[in-house]
């Protein structure tokens, strides 16, 4: 029997994974529209009042307004259910039936809250032969990372200042942010806790093309790395779904980078992304992580009616239809078209999409998810865009079918 103010069932079953009930979020009644959402929008600017928990990091943007999407829900479900819901009968967060999948669903925009980002210090311009020290030594880490190797980034920081001209600690990390964004501007993998951060100097992608370069096979090795190339998922056994899942990368801002090969003369590396297109073992092991994730989601809120419906489409219907698991909305039992982009690498890296998989979040937005995996040779993770994949991503033509 469905609870009317949960919009859950009252005999939940154990997913494939396994985890107790307790640990997964609480569901928000089954109904909630966008036009629910956008009479609390109204009923927050009219002030009323409420005693809902904010959000942890998090607002939903709307009309050049901003609100607690937390609140939002609440207020909302005074629409549908002729009450507001209380902080602790639902959760916020990304996984499917939280607060921020909702939102994201129902067409709304909910992004980090503003932070002022942190400035990077101030001082003299790093020298060719600082730059030189500092970005072998990144490669040496990712090297190391990416082949399971354990390593110190505070012991490769303690050896290198050395190397440096009185550089502070600050400075050394911001100049590791910066490399990073020169690597995931070339499509290469990066160390995993040095983020990408934009406004790097033309100084320093020069010295990375000039290290590449200088080591013909390097990145040919670091492709074969076990960490990109997982051969079994690699899970723990149970875990928590609200663990696993992360709310999408803020843009990054690239970089003007003009790549007229034609004229520089400088060969296609190797291209890490098309790599993970063309690994099937890799694209099989991402669909199954997120199927057996989805029938998880839906037994553990007592849908097992619709986990036993999930199909994952590209195996049991064939490939082309721009998704790969047929999967259901709790709320209403409509269909969701799920695509899914599976990685070893970091959750920056960019990934290829097919024309007929635009074009399928482009016809059917309020249905389509593109659910990207990555990490998901150490410790998996993922993040979801819901829509139109042309609101999400910078799409670049990489390929043409000619016809004459």
């Not at 200042?161 to 993998?189: A, C, Q, W, Y």
């Not at 979801?384 to 043409?400: A, F, M, N, S």
Request: glycine share 8%; net charge neutral.
């Amino acid at each position: 029997m469905v609870d009317p103010t949960r919009g859950t069932r009252s005999n939940p079953t154990s997913g494939d994974m396994g985890q107790s009930r307790r640990d997964m979020p609480q569901a928000i009644p089954a109904g909630l529209t966008r036009e629910h959402v956008l009479h609390a929008l109204a009923d927050l600017d009219a002030g009323l009042s409420h005693q809902i928990g904010g959000s942890a990091g998090v607002e939903l943007v709307h009309d050049a307004r901003r609100y607690d999407p937390k609140a939002v829900i609440g207020v909302a479900c005074r629409h549908l259910i002729g009450r507001v819901l209380q902080a602790d009968e639902f959760s916020d967060g990304e996984a499917p039936g939280e607060a921020n999948f909702v939102l994201r669903r129902l067409g709304f925009k909910v992004v980090k809250k503003d932070e002022p980002p942190p400035k990077p210090p101030r001082g003299k311009a790093w020298t060719d032969q600082e730059v030189r020290a500092i970005v072998a030594d990144y490669f040496a880490m990712l090297q190391a990372e990416l082949e399971g190797k354990a390593f110190n980034k505070s012991e490769h920081r303690r050896q290198l200042i050395p190397k440096l001209e009185s550089r502070s600690k600050t400075s050394i990390e911001f100049k590791h942010f910066n490399i990073s964004s020169v690597l995931v501007d070339m499509g290469l993998p990066y160390i995993d806790g040095y983020k990408p951060r934009s406004n790097y100097q033309a100084s320093l992608a020069a010295e990375v093309d000039s290290f590449l370069d200088a080591r013909p096979g390097f990145l040919e090795h670091l492709a074969a790395a076990p960490s990109l190339n997982p051969t079994k998922i690699a899970t723990t056994g149970s875990f928590a779904i609200r663990r696993v899942i992360e709310d999408p990368p803020e843009a990054i801002p690239a970089a003007k980078r003009t790549a007229k090969p034609w004229l520089s003369r400088k060969a296609l590396r190797v291209d890490f992304a098309e790599r993970d297109a063309a690994n099937r073992q890799l694209g099989m092991l991402g669909e199954q992580f997120v199927l057996d994730l989805e029938r998880l989601r839906l037994n553990e809120i007592g849908r097992d009616d619709l986990a036993r419906k999930v199909v994952w489409a590209s195996r049991e219907i064939g490939d082309g239809l721009g998704f790969d698991i047929l999967s259901f909305d709790e709320a209403d039992e409509s269909e969701r078209m799920l695509e899914v982009k599976a990685t070893g690498q970091g959750k920056y890296s960019p990934f290829y999409v097919t024309s007929t998989e635009v074009q399928c979040s482009a016809d059917i937005p309020s249905q389509y998810q593109l659910f990207r995996v990555f990490h998901l040779g150490k410790d998996p993770r993922l993040f979801i865009l819901h829509g139109d994949l042309k609101e999400h991503c910078r799409l670049q033509p990489v390929l043409y079918k000619a016809v004459i």
